[in-house]
């Protein structure tokens, strides 16, 4: 059994499997990281690896105190992956968008793939048929466009997410509502007819904390899978350990 973890901006996740079966996920805060580690290796007693991908602030340490009886791997460029790096500055892409490119290459072979990853930031990674990972875009998330119109200007609240009551906002918050969402859908929807428009025999891959949100939203045909990573993270495992 293998134990994964993802460390994002704003939070951790984690997931247990064994070969391609997945037990059991886990979403907490990066100040309850130990507790919930020594919680699920009491559950999953037969956890041998731990596998870890961080774009977060959390120090290496914390995971290598657990080196005495898990052997402790910590995903990098320097791993092999399934994909030729086309990006003009591969050393800066980060290694969640290199697991997500993995997943999608090793799920979907023989196609063009467009990830998207709907979390504090959005990503958008295209792979294409012949395995080249030529890069994407990065915009703010849901979250982020909320709090970037309460924290730059000085009287618009700060709110929550919620699903907009129509196209037309009749109050401040509802019009912010309007804005954020319906910008964010309009503008993921543009960026897969775009990529449409190029490429044909395509898949599309959305995943994040917003997929559940998000899914229903989009005219587009989608793959939804707000996992998507954490499996990525198994198969990109899978494969450094018959590539090593």
């Not at 460029?77 to 003009?88: G, K, L, M, R």
């Not at 009749?170 to 912010?176: C, K, N, P, Q």
């Not at 904390?209 to 998000?214: C, N, R």
Request: with cysteine.
């Amino acid at each position: 059994m293998i134990l994964v973890i993802d460390v994002g901006n704003t939070r951790i996740k984690g997931a247990v499997f064994e070969g391609a079966i997945l037990f059991e996920v886990f979403v907490f805060s990066k100040i309850e990281l130990e507790k919930n580690i020594e919680n699920i290796l009491k559950k999953f007693e037969k956890i041998t690896d731990l596998i870890v991908s961080s774009v977060g602030d959390v120090e290496k340490q914390s995971f290598l105190a657990y080196d005495k009886v898990l052997n402790v791997h910590f995903l990098s460029h320097e791993d092999p992956f399934p994909f030729h790096n086309c990006y003009s500055t591969p050393k800066t892409l980060g290694i969640d968008r290199m697991v997500l490119a993995a997943g999608a290459t090793l799920q979907f072979p023989n196609q063009n793939r467009l990830v998207i990853d709907a979390g504090t930031c959005v990503t958008y990674d295209f792979i294409d048929q012949q395995n080249n990972y030529l890069g994407g875009a990065i915009a703010p998330g849901l979250r982020l466009r909320y709090e970037a119109l309460h924290n730059f200007t000085a009287k618009l609240p700060l709110l929550s997410l919620e699903s907009p009551k129509d196209l037309i906002g009749t109050s401040t918050s509802e019009s912010i509502h309007s804005g954020v969402v319906n910008g964010f859908v309009y503008e993921i929807d543009g960026f897969i007819e775009e990529y449409k428009a190029r490429y044909s025999n395509f898949i599309i891959i959305l995943t994040g904390g917003d997929t559940d949100f998000l899914a229903k939203r989009l005219k587009n045909t989608i793959f939804a899978n707000s996992n998507f990573l954490l499996e990525s993270l198994n198969q990109t495992f899978q494969y450094k350990i018959k590539n090593d």
